[in-house]
């Protein structure tokens, strides 16, 4: 890849850093199902980071920090639906109650 003209340096994508962060914070909150939000915007900001990084020509950088948040948001939405799919068949009780038989 060669340099971006005037020599300056490339910057590193902001669409890149928001995805990582939102596709990672999505990830840790995954306790809290409507967090999935943040799994979902980590995704589509991946995405699109990646798209403008690879037409940028060099001027900027970040595509590891955009695939971060591809990969983040993708396992994000697979455990939320999961953890759905669990909850919906009975395999995990959210309905929390507690007994005391004493």
Request: charged fraction near 15%; proline fraction near 6%; include cysteine.
């Amino acid at each position: 890849m060669p340099p971006p003209p005037g020599g300056m340096p490339p910057k590193t994508s902001g669409k890149a850093i928001a995805s990582m962060v939102t596709g990672l914070v999505g990830l840790l909150t995954i306790c809290c199902g409507f967090f999935v939000v943040t799994s979902i915007v980590g995704l589509v900001l991946g995405f699109l980071a990646r798209k403008e990084i690879r037409d940028s020509g060099g001027e900027l950088k970040g595509d590891g920090m955009a695939l971060t948040g591809i990969i983040t948001g993708i396992i994000g939405i697979l455990m939320v639906v999961v953890t759905i799919i669990l909850v919906a068949t009975g395999v995990i009780d959210a309905n929390f109650e507690y007994e005391n038989n004493t």
